[in-house]
């Protein structure tokens, strides 16, 4: 019997003319401090499901992580009546968006008001997509598709000398699936169409237009889902999720060039060239979501829905004590050389302070989500994605305050800059995809009481 009805809706979440210039936290010497001007629409995108016993919504947004997920999820239950447990977040890790801004102490007075400003503002947009999504609910069915997009490419480049930084490495593991979960209405109209693909948001990162101002834009993410909404138009809406993508990037992004040593530097790009690539790859990937969405002929209208939840600890490190972490991260990245007589500085193990990471995981019908608030590199969500049992199994990420990076066992080695965060390299595949099939189990424990009638919902 079909009982499933789906509504969508996308509200904007470009910051006002009046909010710039907004403060970039990642800048330094030799980059920006500050968005100046708009090259594209930023969005929070919503679909809201119900089965006839269930409601669960789907938000996506176009920022580079959610610093406040509790709240926007319990204003959303507030407003629409959609369990917290039930709300699925998740942020396309988009680096060209106004961050949700974590002031500090040397911050000015102003910046503090335009970043707490633009937190209500998302917040807000958050809400109303939801409301927005639910008043257009109608009859539907889903299915599932599975396509190939070649944008990214494993950014954990292996130098000459053996060692590692950022940088496109074409040998190395990188998945190239994208993963579709459809909706369309009784006239085979698209609702809405959920994306997943492994690749950070990060072309024109800290660079500038040709008229040499840096710019906010919904990224590569963005382009694709506005130019596939274009194409099907009736108001259908794409959210484009981000798989594990800890040690993947567009592929054209971070570039080398080389001294005559062989020492990686920056390749220098004319201003505005990053731009332009950011929207011709955002449309190449648009054009793969929807030939993607297009493949997908079969559909199902009964839809169980499913939510569980956990938090996991991991093993935690942190710096020494007055380390300057900052320089390490330049000499990480090669933006600089080695200083003769100085290496990378080690992190030191705390096992006092594990690591609290978010898992959350959904099944809408015969697909799975799994969900961590981290940074997961490749072949952990590889290895997560194998001990499901369910065929059709995505895994996202950025869905809550992120833990940062998650660097498998067999990334240990790399050194790069991504493995001087809060969790110890190596350490956190085994508890994750233990945790992950510990979920799991509850999932089909929780379907075989349903299929005997003795759900009490």
């Not at 961590?372 to 969500?381: H, M, S």
Request: aromatic share 8%; hydrophobic share 35%; glycine share 10%.
């Amino acid at each position: 019997m079909n009982s499933l009805n789906v509504g969508a809706a996308k509200i904007c979440i470009t910051p006002k003319p009046e909010m710039l210039p907004f403060p970039n936290k990642f800048g330094g010497p030799g980059y920006p401090d500050y968005y100046t001007d708009i090259y594209s629409d930023c969005y929070v995108r919503a679909c809201v499901l119900g089965n006839g016993k269930k409601t669960a919504a789907i938000v996506g947004f176009d920022l580079i992580g959610l610093s406040q997920p509790e709240n926007i999820k319990a204003n959303i239950e507030k407003e629409t009546g959609i369990p917290v447990g039930q709300i699925l977040l998740a942020a396309t890790h988009n680096h060209t968006a106004c961050d949700l801004y974590r002031p500090s102490d040397a911050d000015s007075a102003e910046d503090v008001k335009k970043g707490s400003d633009y937190q209500q503002m998302v917040l807000d947009a958050a809400v109303k997509a939801v409301k927005q999504a639910k008043s257009n609910m109608r009859p539907s069915r889903y299915g599932y598709g599975e396509g190939l997009s070649y944008i990214n490419s494993n950014r954990d480049m292996r130098l000459e000398d053996g060692t590692y930084t950022q940088g496109p490495e074409m040998g190395a593991y990188s998945d190239k699936t994208l993963s579709i979960m459809k909706f369309v209405d009784e006239e085979n109209r698209l609702i809405c169409a959920v994306a997943n693909y492994g690749m950070h948001a990060t072309m024109a990162f800290l660079d500038v237009d040709t008229d040499g101002q840096m710019k906010v834009s919904g990224n590569i993410p963005g382009t694709a889902c506005e130019y596939a909404e274009a194409r099907y138009g009736n108001g259908a809406v794409v959210i484009w999720t981000s798989a594990a993508a800890g040690d993947q990037n567009p592929i054209a992004f971070c570039m080398r060039d080389y001294d005559t040593d062989g020492f990686p530097v920056k390749a220098e790009t004319l201003p505005g060239m990053q731009y332009q690539l950011l929207t011709l790859f955002g449309k190449q990937h648009g054009v793969d979501i929807c030939k993607t969405i297009d493949s997908i002929k079969e559909y199902s209208g009964n839809m169980p829905v499913r939510f569980v939840e956990m938090w996991l600890d991991l093993p935690g490190q942190k710096p020494p004590k007055g380390a300057d972490m900052g320089k390490n991260n330049r000499y990480a990245n090669r933006r600089v050389r080695i200083p003769e007589g100085e290496s990378l500085i080690e992190m030191t193990d705390s096992p006092e302070h594990p690591v609290s990471l978010y898992i959350q995981q959904a099944v809408f019908g015969d697909i799975a989500f799994i969900g961590a608030a981290a940074e997961l590199y490749g072949l952990l969500g590889k290895a997560c994605k194998e001990v499901s049992p369910y065929r059709k199994t995505i895994v996202l990420t950025h869905i809550g305050k992120s833990v940062g990076y998650i660097v498998d066992h067999a990334s240990v080695d790399h050194r790069c800059f991504q493995a001087f965060g809060a969790v110890k390299p190596g350490a956190g595949d085994e508890i994750i995809v233990n945790g992950v099939r510990e979920l799991f189990d509850q999932l089909m424990a929780e379907q075989e009481t349903e299929m005997c009638g003795n759900e009490d919902e």
